[in-house]
DNA sequence: TAAGCGTGGAG
DNA sequence: TCTCCAAGCTT
């Protein structure tokens, strides 16, 4: 759910989620659309399927326990660099490097002296983190989290809070003068009004709101232009967030 | 490797 | 208003 969202979006969202599935094996379950639904408009509803694909992987090759092993974390569909280090880390207490984008914000000011990071480079990212974390596992894990929320509360990608910063004496982007950034950039956002992107959520809008099969006449009311509609809704088909109606008497298109 | 993928809040 | 950005991942 963090992924891309900021955390007081994630949290009420959250805490309904684990209160009506509180294990993998429980989300496992239910159907992927009910995941879809529950996960309403936090964004990326893919993010849904995925969890749920993963709590089915859970349960089908680890009994329904989430996995310690970072490998097999990584395995998981929807589980990258950053959540399966994440999990290692703050569910099982283990020493990994866990990068995110707070992280990786602290470590362009703090370490290497730039006002702002360059784009995500995994390799790189995880041995820059690998180098700054304690030997000791326990002290490693609160350097995780302490540079995660650092860069959350602090050293904020706007205004950083440099003067209550509790590393300003050691940071060498304050020594340097704080000077502006000059390096390679991270890729534009298109726009999101008329996007694709904007179409699909319409649609999706629609689909989890409906518990009967949306036809195409209700889908054509969503936006004009035709074949965006149908780029979306092809797309939407082919990621698996949306179904053909099984059936014939109530054609349309369903949560999976 | 780079593009595509939602949504909403803040400055 | 408009731009930026938010605990990334997959193809």
């Known amino acids: 759910m963090l992924q891309q969202t900021p955390v007081v979006r994630v949290i009420p969202r959250l805490e309904a989620w684990l209160e009506r599935w ?3 094996a429980d989300l496992a379950a239910s159907p992927p659309g009910d995941a879809v639904r529950a996960w309403d408009n936090l964004g990326y509803p893919r993010r849904a399927l995925w ?9 089908e090759r680890h ?8 490998d097999a974390l990584l395995a998981l569909t929807g589980i990258g660099d950053y959540t399966a280090r994440a999990v290692a880390v703050f569910s099982f207490g283990d020493r990994h490097p866990v990068v995110d984008t707070n992280t990786r914000r602290v470590i362009a000011r703090a370490v290497l002296g730039q006002g702002q990071p360059g784009p995500p480079h995994g390799r790189r990212d995880l041995a820059a983190m690998d180098a700054l974390l304690p030997d ?8 995780n989290a302490g540079m995660m929320e650092l860069g959350a509360v602090v ?3 706007r205004t950083p809070l440099c003067d209550a910063c509790p590393l300003r004496d050691a940071c060498a982007w304050r020594a340097a003068g704080y000077p502006a950034y000059d390096g390679p950039t991270k890729a534009i956002q298109k726009a999101y009004e008329g996007s ?6 319409l649609i999706m809008r629609e689909l989890r709101a409906a518990h009967t099969p949306v036809t195409d006449a209700e889908i054509a009311t ?8 149908d780029r979306a809704l092809a797309g939407l088909l082919a990621d698996g967030l ?14 999976p």
């Open 22 to 24: 509180p294990t993998p």
């Open 51 to 59: 969890l749920h694909a993963a709590a089915m992987q859970i349960v």
């Open 63 to 70: 009994g329904g326990a989430v996995p310690r092993d970072v």
């Open 136 to 143: 000791d596992v326990a002290e490693s894990t609160v350097v």
């Open 155 to 157: 050293c904020v990608a």
């Open 196 to 201: 694709d992107r904007h179409v699909r959520g």
């Open 222 to 229: 969503l936006w004009p232009d035709q074949t965006q509609r």
């Open 242 to 255: 949306a179904v053909r109606s099984p059936t014939p008497d109530a054609p349309g298109y369903l949560l």
